[in-house]
């Protein structure tokens, strides 16, 4: 493959996470890879402007790709955050339940959770969840400890960065418009 005027094993287009994540990895194998961004930067899309949240994995159906996968994710995230010197606050999350109308759905998420393996799940009542957060509202609450938050650009750039400097080459304002077999 070519881009530009170089041939390269891979070509990777767009440098938001999932494109500067693949790009480090591959950059681990001596894969040439580049990876062509339409904006003039990487992470200008969807992954600068998302929530921030590294979800536990409690709201996707079992035997899913994403289910375990997110799973699996979200128990790495630390060793990647160390490695790339990225911030991440394991802060938890509290899914509530409102009044009845939402306990349904809340056991729900409590046994796909259970069936996905996300550790540390707790059914809580009111008292307990306002030790967690003072003042919150709410019958029951799900607890998920291992729901974390992280800069979603501060991410894709270290992403980027340390592929870049294991030798992956980025062409920024870069748009690919065809893809063409030779
Ligand atoms: C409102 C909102 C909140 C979200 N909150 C969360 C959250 O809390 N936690 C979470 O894990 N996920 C969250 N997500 C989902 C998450 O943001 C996305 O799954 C993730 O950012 C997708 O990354 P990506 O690299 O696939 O896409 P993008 O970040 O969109 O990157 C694609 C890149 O490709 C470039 N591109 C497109 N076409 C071309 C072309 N032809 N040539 C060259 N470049 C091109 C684009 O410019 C862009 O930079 C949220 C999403 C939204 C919309």
Redesign the pocket.
């Known amino acids: 493959m070519t881009c530009g005027s170089e041939a390269y094993d891979v070509v990777i ?7 500067c994540a693949a790009a480090r990895e591959l950059s681990r194998y001596g894969v040439r890879t580049a990876v ?4 003039p930067d990487v ?5 600068c402007r ?6 536990s994995g409690i709201n996707y159906k079992p035997g899913t790709n994403r289910a375990s996968l997110s799973v699996r994710g979200n128990a790495m995230m630390d060793d990647l955050c160390a490695e790339l010197k990225v911030p991440i606050r394991r802060i938890g999350k509290l899914t509530i339940a409102l009044d009845e109308h939402d306990l349904s759905g809340l056991h729900n998420q409590r046994e796909q959770g259970l069936a996905n393996g996300v550790p540390g799940m707790e059914i809580m009542n009111r008292e307990t969840m306002r030790r967690v957060q003072p003042g919150v509202d709410g019958i029951l609450g799900l607890w998920t400890p291992t729901s974390a938050i992280i800069s ?1 650009y501060g991410l894709t750039i270290a992403l980027a960065e340390n592929a870049h400097a294991n030798g992956v080459d980025f062409f920024l304002s ?4 065809k893809v063409a077999m030779t």
């Open positions: 287009a767009g440098a938001g996470v999932v494109g062509a961004e339409k904006e992470s200008m899309a969807t992954s998302n929530s921030g949240v590294l979800h979603p870069c748009r690919i418009e």
